[in-house]
T-cell receptor
Framework: QQQVKQSPQSLIVQKGGISIINCAYE??????FPWYQQFPGKGPALLIA?????SEKKEGRFTISFNKSAKQFSLHIMDSQPGDSATYFC???????????FGAGTTVTVRA | DADVTQTPRNRITKTGKRIMLECSQT?????MYWYRQDPGLGLRLIYY???????NKGEISDGYSVSRQAQAKFSLSLESAIPNQTALYFC????????????FGPGTRLLVL
């Protein structure tokens, strides 16, 4: 049973639009929430991460919003570009063990 | 990421065969991981190792074994491959301590017939 539920499975957005990917979790012991980006034929790479003591983190066009009470977090890609076309995975881990539980992934396609 | 290499990149094998996937890293990281990726399931942890003498089972270790030959090398074995082990396999490393970023290799695509 997946500990982190991710939606949607895929999305298509026009260039310049906003992509939003949502994740939900049940285990309140999770205290680290990264997002990984994967291009075809490549391994995932860390994009951005957040801890539950903040509600939002922004890096360039990528923003994580975190809602601790709802046990949800989301990735917003602003001004989406064709180069953002990739599969995005949310994940969560507990304390110092650093075992990541991944969501199922969202394939984002940005149309030029 | 060229710092984490996996061999082979693609492999086709038959049911019942033993197969080994290898991972090497030049990042100097102590922690290494093996994941499998399946469509609609994301990545699932098979085994992880915090150093040469510390190896731990992940979510889905049944049917798999690992060997940490050195700090830089971590191998995954399928003792008797079965078709539902067809998947994309990734090795990852992390530095440990307060830095949790995991660095993934390019993956090995395995097909079990």
């Amino acid at each position: 049973q997946q500990q982190v539920k991710q939606s949607p499975q895929s999305l298509i957005v026009q260039k310049g639009g906003i992509s939003i990917i949502n994740c939900a979790y049940e285990n309140t012991a999770f205290d680290y929430f990264p997002w990984y980006q994967q291009f075809p034929g490549k391994g995932p790479a860390l994009l951005i991460a957040i801890r539950p003591d903040v509600s939002e983190k922004k890096e360039g066009r990528f923003t994580i919003s975190f809602n601790k009470s709802a046990k949800q977090f989301s990735l917003h890609i602003m001004d989406s570009q064709p180069g953002d076309s990739a599969t995005y995975f949310c994940a969560a881990s507990i304390g110092k063990v650093y075992k990541l539980s991944f969501g199922a992934g969202t394939t984002v396609t940005v149309r030029a | 990421d060229a710092d984490v290499t996996q061999t082979p990149r693609n492999r086709i094998t038959k049911t019942g065969k033993r197969i080994m996937l290898e991972c090497s890293q030049t990042k100097g990281h102590d922690r290494m991981y093996w994941y499998r990726q399946d469509p609609g399931l994301g990545l699932r942890l098979i085994y992880y190792s915090f150093d040469v003498k510390d190896i731990n089972k992940g979510e889905i270790s049944d049917g798999y074994s690992v060997s940490r030959q050195a700090q830089a090398k971590f191998s995954l074995s399928l003792e008797s491959a079965i078709p539902n082990q067809t998947a994309l396999y990734f090795c990852a490393t992390s530095p440990g301590g307060a830095r949790e970023t995991q660095y993934f290799g390019p993956g090995t695509r395995l097909l079990v017939l």
